[in-house]
């Protein structure tokens, strides 16, 4: 029966547009939305926010990173992301970012470190703790959170450290592995092949990297689940703290529409980060 279920789900979704579907069906009551803010000067370089209502003073901050294959994507198409953050006593901070052909790598790298600077000195007049500061992401989202939280150097550059400012990390159906390159597309994003593996988050673990939670589908036939395998294994050798989850009936784009509330039985997807978060935050508190 179950199973019949998520069928007809994703049935429906694929007929009509998804995005407006999820949009138009999480609640707004309860939530404070901020839209075009800019955290960078120039295009792409704007910010939503959308925060508790009343303002909670302690709230935890997540910045998501939305993907797109690093080629397309928009804050806006993410109200569902956002708003239920918020609904659920987080501040959420969506941005835009620099995609090809306009930018390669590493221009949205570093834009994303920006946004982050701009969501620890701004989540703070919505009820936002600093101190409990998550990065978040999807697809090619999800390579930009954990490249940020793992390679120092990014966060570096706007004055921040993520062993000291970032609280977790929530990777979704991310790339953290991908090599070798064999898109001509993923080829001119990332430039000439001595630089990939700059762009490979698994190649800048170390004991000490913020706690990650890392979700994939099962029959996620856009980014190979064992990207999500990998780095997991990877960060455990480390001596690192990593949750990790296989979701079996969902697919690469499923995943993230069940974080929206009316989808929530295609997947724990929600449940499992809203956990994390708090599970992570009272630690911080605590510490």
Same mark, same amino acid.
């Given at each position: 029966m179950?199973?019949w279920l998520?069928l007809?789900? &994703?049935?429906?979704?694929?007929?009509?547009?998804p995005v407006a579907?999820?949009?138009?069906?999480t609640?707004? %009551?309860?939530?404070t939305?901020? =839209?075009? /803010?800019?955290?960078a000067?120039?295009p792409?370089?704007g910010?939503?926010l959308?925060?508790?209502?009343?303002?909670?003073p302690g709230?935890?901050?997540v910045?998501f990173?939305?993907?797109g294959?690093?080629e397309?994507?928009?804050r806006g198409?993410?109200?569902f992301?956002g708003?239920?953050?918020?609904?659920?006593g987080i501040?959420?901070?969506?941005p835009d970012? /620099?995609v090809?052909?306009e930018?390669?790598?590493p !221009?949205?790298?570093?834009? @994303? %470190?920006?946004a982050v600077?701009w969501a620890?000195?701004?989540?703070a007049?919505?009820?936002?703790?600093p101190?409990?500061?998550?990065?978040?992401?999807?697809? %090619?989202g999800?390579q930009?959170?954990t490249l940020?939280?793992?390679d120092?150097?990014?966060?570096?550059?706007v004055?921040?450290?993520?062993?000291?400012d970032?609280?977790?990390t929530i990777?979704?159906?991310g790339?953290?592995?991908?090599?070798p390159?064999?898109?001509?597309?993923?080829?001119?994003?990332?430039?000439p092949p001595?630089d990939w593996?700059?762009s490979?988050p698994?190649?800048?673990?170390?004991p @000490?990297a913020?706690?990650?939670?890392?979700g %994939?589908?099962a029959r996620?036939?856009?980014?190979?689940?064992?990207?999500t395998?990998?780095?997991?294994?990877r960060l455990?050798?480390?001596? !690192? &703290?990593?949750?990790e989850?296989i979701y079996?009936l969902v697919g690469h784009r499923?995943?993230i529409?069940?974080?929206a509330?009316?989808? &929530?039985?295609? =997947?724990?997807?929600?449940?499992?980060?809203?956990?994390?978060v708090?599970?992570r935050s009272a630690v911080v !508190?605590?510490?």
């Amino acid at each position: 029966m179950y199973a019949w279920l998520v069928l007809l789900m &994703t049935s429906f979704l694929a007929a009509c547009s998804p995005v407006a579907v999820l949009n138009a069906l999480t609640p707004g %009551a309860g939530v404070t939305e901020v =839209a075009d /803010r800019s955290y960078a000067v120039g295009p792409r370089h704007g910010v939503d926010l959308y925060a508790p209502d009343p303002v909670r003073p302690g709230a935890p901050i997540v910045v998501f990173f939305y993907g797109g294959g690093w080629e397309d994507g928009d804050r806006g198409m993410y109200r569902f992301v956002g708003a239920t953050l918020a609904a659920n006593g987080i501040v959420a901070v969506i941005p835009d970012y /620099r995609v090809y052909p306009e930018a390669r790598f590493p !221009d949205f790298i570093e834009d @994303g %470190a920006r946004a982050v600077a701009w969501a620890r000195t701004h989540g703070a007049a919505y009820g936002g703790d600093p101190k409990l500061l998550f990065l978040m992401g999807h697809s %090619a989202g999800a390579q930009i959170a954990t490249l940020l939280s793992l390679d120092r150097s990014w966060l570096a550059e706007v004055g921040m450290d993520p062993d000291r400012d970032i609280a977790g990390t929530i990777g979704l159906a991310g790339p953290y592995d991908f090599l070798p390159l064999e898109s001509p597309t993923l080829k001119a994003i990332f430039g000439p092949p001595g630089d990939w593996p700059r762009s490979q988050p698994i190649n800048y673990v170390t004991p @000490g990297a913020p706690p990650m939670f890392l979700g %994939a589908a099962a029959r996620d036939s856009s980014v190979e689940p064992g990207n999500t395998e990998r780095l997991a294994a990877r960060l455990r050798a480390s001596g !690192d &703290t990593v949750v990790e989850r296989i979701y079996q009936l969902v697919g690469h784009r499923t995943l993230i529409g069940a974080f929206a509330p009316s989808l &929530t039985l295609l =997947a724990p997807v929600r449940a499992d980060v809203l956990r994390f978060v708090a599970q992570r935050s009272a630690v911080v !508190d605590g510490g």
